[in-house]
């Protein structure tokens, strides 16, 4: 069974448009994390929600707005696509009060044309 | 602010030979948690150690061992007689926590090239 999951894991789109992707797991966690990792490898967090709740909003364009529509969820959405966007984007979960135990998705990369 | 600094872009060796991975983190926070992860061709996350500021004891996982030594701010990985398999980026991370959550700083990773 699938722990973190990912739709879709690969994202092909041109500038300018919107999309979306969306972060499932089914581990009972109540923390959830978006990390981008760029075209050199890099890792860095972007968001990262507690029930519902956003905690950690690093220094990302606001064309980027996560949304967690419950504790099992966490979307991101991003608007008006940029070159730059390119990137693979991993969606993470930890249990409650174990913030160092983060279970990685898949990752989505996505590809701007 | 935390940091993590892995020097070593790419290192290529023959396979069976060792392979040493350096990892140099900062912070000021004295409960942390230091991490490596493997991300293979294929892209995805690998997990291979967590260790939390206070265990100091070095871990050996088949051919796999670390060493942690506070006093140099260091967490080194050692992979002992490489295989092709082992062909991958490497990345050290670390992790100050709260209650609720952890913001994982990842090192720039270390690609290792392991050829037959």
């Known amino acids: 069974d699938t722990a973190v999951s990912q739709t879709p894991k690969y994202l092909v789109t041109q500038m300018g448009n919107d999309k979306s992707i969306k972060c499932e797991q089914n581990?009972?966690?109540?923390?959830m994390y978006w990390y981008k990792q760029d075209s050199k490898k890099f890792l860095k967090i972007m968001f990262s929600?507690?029930?519902?709740?956003?905690?950690i909003n690093e220094t990302v364009p606001n064309r980027f707005s996560p949304k967690s529509p419950d504790k099992a969820h966490l979307n991101l959405h991003i608007n008006s696509l940029e070159l730059g966007d390119s990137a693979v984007y991993f969606c993470?979960?930890?249990?409650?009060?174990?913030?160092?135990?983060?279970?990685f998705g898949p990752g989505t990369r996505l590809t701007v044309t | 602010a935390q940091k993590v600094t892995q020097a070593q872009t790419e290192i290529s060796v023959v396979e069976k030979e060792d392979v040493t991975l350096d990892c140099v983190y900062e912070?000021?926070?004295?409960?942390?948690?230091l991490f490596w992860y493997k991300q293979p061709p294929s892209g995805e996350l690998v997990f291979l150690i967590r260790?939390?500021?206070?265990?100091?004891q070095n871990e050996i996982s088949g051919r796999y061992s670390w060493n942690f030594q506070k006093s140099t701010s260091s967490f080194n990985f050692t992979i002992t007689a490489s295989q092709v398999v082992d062909s991958a980026v490497y990345f050290c991370?670390?992790?100050?926590?709260?209650?609720?959550?952890?913001?994982?700083?990842f090192g720039a990773g270390t690609q290792v090239v392991v050829t037959p």
């Open positions: 993470a979960s930890s249990p409650p009060g174990r913030g160092h135990e983060q279970y």
């Open positions: 912070t000021r926070d004295t409960t942390y948690y």
């Open positions: 581990l009972g966690h109540d923390t």
């Open positions: 991370a670390l992790s100050v926590t709260t209650d609720s959550w952890g913001k994982f700083q």
């Open positions: 929600y507690n029930n519902k709740e956003l905690i």
């Open positions: 260790r939390n500021s206070f265990d100091e």
